[in-house]
């Protein structure tokens, strides 16, 4: 016979209920029918409820592995930016100066694994002070949000808002 399930049980419930109502069964037979009901759908909830516990275990389980990761990806990011930094100073300072105190006259050096030529070229602009910038090299930027939490309290008071609307959510609190 195939276990029940949470809502056979729930069916079977009403049944008797029913049957309790209309008066079809003798009420000794009817109340253990219920009793018998009752705590299967008792046994059942148990089961579920350890199912939960079990899932909320697993939750914290995979939130700790979570935090571990981002952990290890913060200090892989810290790393990575500084062998960025540790580039951008030989890329952009010791290089050109190695190049421009050794190389010939026209800004060749070379070594058995490079060549490199040093040349000049515009490099990036540089603010000093914003406020003296005219409007016209300044871009403005909006972005557009909906202010849901003010949306819902006004939604909550009875207000109509075209566009929204806020319904009602069964929920279960469990202690």
């Known amino acids: ?6 809502r056979d049980l729930i069916n ?8 309790k ?19 299967k759908i008792k046994k059942k909830t148990e089961g579920i409820d350890r199912f939960m516990v079990e899932l909320n275990r697993k939750e914290h389980l995979i939130d ?33 100066m190695i ?4 190389g010939d006259e026209n800004g060749v050096y070379e070594t058995d694994t490079a060549r490199y030529k ?14 003296m910038i ?11 949000m909906i202010n849901k939490v003010k949306a819902k309290e006004e939604l909550k008071s009875g207000k109509e808002i075209p566009g929204l609307a806020l319904t009602k959510v069964k929920r279960v609190r469990r202690s």
């Open 134 to 144: 005219p409007d016209e090299y300044k871009v403005v930027k909006q972005t557009e």
């Open 118 to 131: 040093l040349f000049e070229t515009w490099g990036p602009v540089v603010v000093h002070n914003e406020s």
């Open 64 to 96: 700790a592995e979570i935090e571990a990761i981002k952990d290890e990806m913060n200090r892989l990011k810290f790393r990575r930016k500084a062998v960025e930094s540790m580039k951008k100073y030989f890329n952009n300072e010791l290089i050109p």
């Open 1 to 6: 016979m195939p276990k029940e399930t949470t």
């Open 21 to 39: 109502e209309t008066g079809l069964n003798t009420s000794d037979d009817i109340d253990n029918k219920l009793l018998i009901v009752k705590g």
């Open 99 to 102: 190049v421009d105190q050794l």
């Open 12 to 19: 079977e419930f009403i049944d008797v209920e029913i049957d």
